[in-house]
C-alpha cells in the first residue's frame, strides 16, 4: 500500500505561483512512478504531469509544458508541482497518484491516490 497526502493548495490570483507537495510513505517507491491530475468541476480528471521515482525522468500534458515543473525529493519521499502564471482556468482539484512503472498519462493506470487538494485562481 501508498499513502499520498496533498498539500499547498489554495486561493491565488490569475499571474500568482503555487507549489503543491505530495508526500508519499508506506512502501519503497524506487520502481513508481509519481504523476499530478487535476480534475475542474464538471470535467473529466485530467493528466498534468508525471516523474519517475527511479531516474527524475518527466512527462508532462503539452498545454501545460512551461508552465508547471514537476520534482521530487527522494530523502523526503516527496513529489512537488509548481505552478506559474496561474490562470482562472487552472481551478480545479489537483490529485497526485502513484503506479508501479513507466511514467504514463493515463489516470486508470494508476493504483494510489490522495484525497486532492483545492486549487482557485481568481481573475
Known amino acids: 500500500q501508498v499513502q499520498l497526502v496533498e498539500s499547498g493548495g489554495g486561493l491565488v490570483q490569475a499571474g500568482d505561483s503555487l507549489s503543491l507537495s505530495c508526500a508519499a510513505s508506506g512502501r519503497t517507491l524506487r520502481s513508481y512512478a509519481m504523476g499530478w491530475f487535476r480534475q475542474a468541476p464538471g470535467k473529466e480528471r485530467e493528466f498534468v504531469a508525471a516523474?519517475?521515482?527511479?531516474?527524475?525522468?518527466?512527462y508532462y500534458t503539452d498545454s501545460l509544458k512551461g508552465r508547471f515543473t514537476i520534482s521530487r525529493d527522494n530523502a523526503k519521499n516527496t513529489v512537488y508541482l509548481q505552478m506559474n502564471s496561474l490562470k482562472p482556468e487552472d481551478t480545479a482539484v489537483y490529485f497526485c497518484?502513484?503506479?508501479?512503472?513507466?511514467?504514463?498519462?493515463?489516470?486508470?493506470?494508476?493504483?494510489?491516490w490522495g484525497q486532492g487538494t483545492q486549487v482557485t485562481v481568481s481573475s
Open positions: 497518484a502513484a503506479k508501479r512503472g513507466p511514467v504514463t498519462g493515463w489516470a486508470s493506470e494508476y493504483d494510489y
Open positions: 516523474i519517475s521515482w527511479s531516474n527524475g525522468g518527466t
